[in-house]
């Protein structure tokens, strides 16, 4: 039986995130775990009066295709998908691992020749900026958070606020808080951030803050903006691994000069750090600064949908700009790496504290 906070997100994602309309046509996707959530949203879909499209894919079709893909099949971008992308009105993507260290002998040049090949795919989609992704919670998930499944369920969907009598009115109380710190930040020329091992300034002049409250990200909580692409100077240590394509990187250190960066480590998996950034042109310069409002996530769980949400964190990702912003910077990847203030670090606009000890100052 279909747990009933399941079909509550469903209803949250199609007619709140989305805000789907009769005859939109929906893309649903994800992998065959996800399969309770992806049923539920396509009938919510049409109770909507929307057309359900359903992109499912096995749970192991990337480690498969990893192991025997030759190069000119890591490079190949079906029609298909584009035409698909571009005839949805919405997008619904589903993220359900069962083993989140499936890729993690693949090489990092296959990885990165599959995301320069998918670019124009990604370009699409976002472009449409009619798309929002959320998790379906699964075992392999509870394990990396260090919880059983049913606490790792319980997580979920507290952070996704539909164990609320009102999730809609939770989520517009959170637009409303967010929009206080863009007031803030708004007009801002330098940002400083300081940490532990983190002395970083950066400008955002003439960039625009969104707030990010449920449309594109399920759970969310964060406002965002792209830095000017030259301005980053200082060191930063991100305080969380950052998980992502199987591997885990630990204790990244990263220090930026004229907006790039000119020196990277890491304690572990500190080669595969190193390829990412060799990515492209743009995969060495700062494509987001985003602040993390979402009290109802305080615990790091090596899922960067949640992790990047921690309220009192910041992530400066590298690569790909949000063109809403204001971002130049063009990249096939966009890398989120977190830093906790929550313990003596703060954030300053034009040397005014915004927020310090993971607390704001609006």
Not at 183 to 211: C, F, M, Q, Y
Not at 318 to 328: F, L, Q
Request: overall charge positive; aromatic content about 8%; glycine content about 8%.
């Amino acid at each position: 039986m279909t747990d009933l906070r399941t079909s509550r997100l469903a209803h949250l994602l199609v007619n709140y995130s989305r805000n789907v309309k009769r005859g939109h046509k929906v893309m649903i996707g994800g992998p065959t775990a996800a399969e309770p959530l992806l049923l539920e949203l396509g009938r919510e879909v049409l109770r909507r009066g929307g057309h359900p499209m359903y992109r499912m894919s096995p749970d192991r079709a990337a480690e498969v295709f990893y192991a025997e893909a030759k190069p000119a099949q890591l490079r190949f971008l079906p029609d298909s998908a584009m035409a698909a992308a571009k005839e949805a009105d919405h997008i619904l993507r589903v993220i359900a691992e069962t083993n989140t260290q499936a890729l993690a002998d693949v090489a990092p040049k296959k990885q990165t020749t599959v995301q320069k090949a998918r670019r124009p795919l990604q370009d699409a989609v976002l472009s449409k900026n009619a798309w929002t992704l959320t998790l379906y919670p699964t075992e392999a998930y509870a394990q990396d958070a260090g919880m059983s499944l049913e606490a790792f369920e319980d997580f979920v969907y507290a952070a996704c606020r539909v164990d609320a009598e009102d999730p809609v009115a939770e989520w517009k109380k959170a637009k409303a808080f967010q929009q206080k710190i863009i007031r803030r930040l708004r007009g801002a020329d330098e940002i400083h951030i300081v940490a532990p091992d983190t002395d970083l300034t950066l400008s955002v002049k003439g960039r625009t803050w969104k707030n990010s409250f449920g449309s594109h990200n399920m759970p969310d909580g964060e406002v965002f903006t792209g830095p000017v692409e030259t301005s980053a100077e200082g060191e930063i240590r991100y305080t969380y691994p950052v998980c992502t394509r199987g591997k885990e990187v630990v204790d990244v250190r990263l220090e930026f000069e004229g907006g790039r960066v000119v020196r990277a480590s890491a304690e572990k998996n500190e080669a595969f750090l190193k390829t990412m950034l060799r990515t492209d042109e743009g995969a060495s310069r700062l494509g987001e600064l985003g602040i993390g409002t979402n009290y109802g996530i305080q615990r790091f769980v090596k899922n960067i949908l949640f992790d990047e949400k921690i309220g009192g964190s910041v992530h400066l990702a590298v690569g790909r700009s949000y063109e809403e912003t204001g971002g130049k910077n063009k990249s096939a990847i966009h890398w989120d790496m977190i830093c906790d203030l929550r313990r003596g670090g703060y954030l300053e606009a034009d040397g005014k504290v915004v927020q310090a000890d993971g607390r704001f100052r609006v």
